[in-house]
């Protein structure tokens, strides 16, 4: 129920996510330069839940096969539109069933295994789809962790249909689950400041 609410969500707000100016253009830059350096010219990656691409598009040109998914069919159609490389390819895909062509090099999720439905098992299928010493590379909202203002006014975004459906995950509770599916933690930053409060936001990146 949750997933099909939340896939007409993002349906719905694709043009405007697309739309919108990147918050923190230095915190992107220096994301992309992370996840870049973990990378080699010969890995095939698989990126879930991709939005509108722009990531997939900038760090493809580092590897030889990035293969980007997300199960909203507005999402994908604006990452087509945009000029991309050859070896990048947009696929309408549930992060459940996005593991056609692996195992993988690497599989990034940037924002979005706070959205899953079953996060332990997602992990489980990531895990699986993974080349021997292959990662993980995620960025997730660990919302448990904000403070209690913002965690009281998403319920509220929520109800008019501003907000997605997303699990009140915490940074503790999320490295237990990556470690519970067969992966070390290799290397994890926090991310994100607002209102002075830091938000949980660790990008993990994980290895097999
Ligand atoms: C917060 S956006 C992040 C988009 C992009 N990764 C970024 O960092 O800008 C979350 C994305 O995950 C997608 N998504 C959410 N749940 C998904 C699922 N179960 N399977 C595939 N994609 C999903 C949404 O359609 C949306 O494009």
């Known amino acids: 129920m949750s997933h099909q609410k939340n896939q007409r969500f993002w349906n719905r707000i694709a043009a405007r996510y697309a739309a919108r100016p990147l918050k923190n253009v230095p915190a992107y830059e220096a994301m992309l330069g992370d996840v870049a350096s973990r990378l080699k010219g010969s890995d095939t990656v698989l990126e879930v839940g991709c939005g509108t691409g722009g990531t997939a598009i900038r760090l493809a040109q580092g590897v030889a096969q990035w293969t980007a998914t997300d199960f909203s069919a507005e999402m994908v159609k604006i990452a087509k539109a945009k000029p991309s490389g050859r070896n990048v390819r947009f696929v309408v895909s549930d992060v459940s069933n996005a593991f056609d062509g692996g195992p993988f090099d690497a599989i990034c999720a940037f924002n979005v295994l706070h959205l ?93």
């Open 116 to 208: 899953v439905d079953d996060l332990p098992e997602m992990l489980t299928r990531i895990h699986a789809h993974l080349k021997p010493g292959g990662q993980l590379i995620c960025k997730t909202w660990c919302f448990a962790d904000v403070n209690w203002a913002l965690r009281a006014l998403f319920p509220v975004l929520r109800v008019f249909g501003l907000f997605p459906v997303a699990a009140s995950l915490g940074a503790t509770q999320l490295r237990q689950s990556i470690r519970d599916a067969g992966f070390e933690i290799v290397d994890e930053h926090l991310l994100g400041i607002i209102l002075r409060t830091p938000i949980s936001l660790p990008a993990n990146t994980v290895r097999l």
